[in-house]
């Protein structure tokens, strides 16, 4: 087909198709040929005759992170946040800005992700209903295309749901939003006035290899070879949860953040044994 697979999901999820006048506006309005519209067609009938993937969530929460500069928002199946989850990833920490270049991202709480994806959102007091697009059910391995996410906290919770998915939504690209959005009580219009190219993060996550040790003393050196410090091998092993006699050849990352005093460095992960 002539028009991208995720335009047409699109548009098969906004119209009713299963009368000639359909068939007609969208010939008509897309340029489509005769096939290009059944294959539109058909793709609404496959969404229409799937069955739903039923989910009950305890808790939902969402987070600005000024330091990466993200914003994020999320379902989960218990209370603190635990159990099965799914995140949505998207817009800066400033709610005043969009970054138009970028998609959003759906997260799972097995680390499966997929970016954009969704056909279609729709938001109740009780229920958080998704349709995805079949590239995104294969990356965040679920079994159906529909997910129905039944919600079991208060009002306010869920308004707060609301309002944090038209954020992320109006934070990120609209060329690759959902067809069909609706979020009663919250709107897309009240965020992402002002455009970024790119995030503008306070800190950094840098890869560091352990060379060598000297005495007391660790040397590391970033991959990129432009920085080089000493750690204590307690240090470094404490952070990372190894045996700090055996930190030597081992790659680490951690977040750089400059502050007053020059640059704070803090959540260490073991990037590579």
């Not at 270049?101 to 759906?106: F, K, T």
């Not at 590239?135 to 906290?153: G, H, K, M, Q």
Request: glycine share 8%.
């Amino acid at each position: 087909m002539s028009q991208p697979r995720a335009f047409v999901d699109a548009i098969a999820a906004r119209l009713v198709l299963t009368t000639s006048f359909a068939r007609l506006t969208l010939a008509a309005t897309f340029d489509w040929s005769a096939s290009e519209v059944e294959d539109a067609i058909s793709v609404n009938r496959e969404w229409e005759q799937a069955t739903a993937h039923h989910l009950i969530a305890q808790c939902a929460a969402s987070s600005e992170d000024p330091l990466t500069d993200y914003f994020r928002v999320g379902v989960a199946e218990r209370r603190g946040f635990t159990g099965w989850k799914l995140m949505f990833h998207g817009g800066p920490a400033d709610a005043a800005f969009t970054l138009p270049e970028e998609d959003y991202c759906l997260e799972t709480e097995s680390a499966a992700f997929t970016l954009g994806g969704l056909v279609s959102v729709e938001l109740t007091e009780a229920v958080l209903r998704l349709r995805l697009t079949t590239p995104a059910v294969a990356d965040l391995e679920l079994p159906d295309p529909v997910v129905e996410i039944t919600l079991d906290f208060d009002a306010d919770a869920v308004r707060g749901l609301g309002e944090g998915l038209a954020r992320v939504f109006a934070g990120t690209s609209s060329k690759n939003r959902p067809g069909h959005i609706q979020l009663p009580g919250a709107s897309l219009s009240g965020y992402g006035h002002r455009q970024r190219r790119q995030r503008e993060p306070k800190s950094a996550r840098v890869e560091f290899d352990v060379i060598e040790r000297r005495g007391q003393l660790l040397t590391v050196r970033s991959v990129d070879g432009t920085r080089t410090k000493s750690e204590l091998p307690g240090f470094l092993g404490d952070r990372l949860g190894i045996d700090p006699e055996h930190v030597v050849g081992i790659r680490y990352s951690c977040l750089l953040t400059p502050d007053n005093w020059g640059t704070t460095y803090s959540d260490y992960r073991l990037a590579r044994p």
